[in-house]
Nanobody, 128 residues
Framework: QEQLVESGGGLVQPGGSVRLSCAASGFNLRYAHIGWFRQSPGKEREGVSC????????YYADSVKGRFTISRDNAKNTVFLQMNSLKPEDTAVYYC?????????????????????WGKGTLVNVSS
């Protein structure tokens, strides 16, 4: 059974950093595009970043560009999201997801409707 589990969230002060992990089981993450999304109370889920399967090409939403870095460790079957210079508006539940299928797209996407499997999320609270 394919499963994604996020971890690493918590309370962090504005300007601080945190690294989120997305661990995969039941499939080889090397052969999947992976995206990070976030959702704040009362808001729609938004795409944050993604990393492509074959060549590791990355994409970032404008709101996090220059502050967040996505990476993958295929040996650990895990994708990471390094979040620096955090702002209160970054407070959200962060989710990782696979998609689109690599036979359908060469590159990753942060389009919610293209994602297949989702983790249950981890909360990041940026507050002093």
């Amino acid at each position: 059974q394919e499963q994604l589990v996020e971890s690493g969230g918590g309370l962090v002060q504005p300007g601080g950093s945190v690294r989120l992990s997305c661990a995969a089981s039941g499939f080889n993450l090397r052969y999947a595009h992976i995206g990070w999304f976030r959702q704040s109370p009362g808001k729609e889920r938004e795409g944050v970043s993604c990393i492509s399967s074959n060549d590791g090409i990355t994409y970032y939403a404008d709101s996090v560009k220059g502050r967040f870095t996505i990476s993958r460790d295929n040996a650990k079957n895990t994708v990471f999201l390094q979040m620096n210079s955090l702002k209160p508006e970054d407070t959200a539940v962060y989710y990782c997801a696979t998609g689109p299928p690599i036979y359908m797209s060469t590159y990753c996407t942060i389009n919610y409707n293209d994602m297949q499997y989702w983790g249950k999320g981890t909360l990041v609270n940026v507050s002093s």
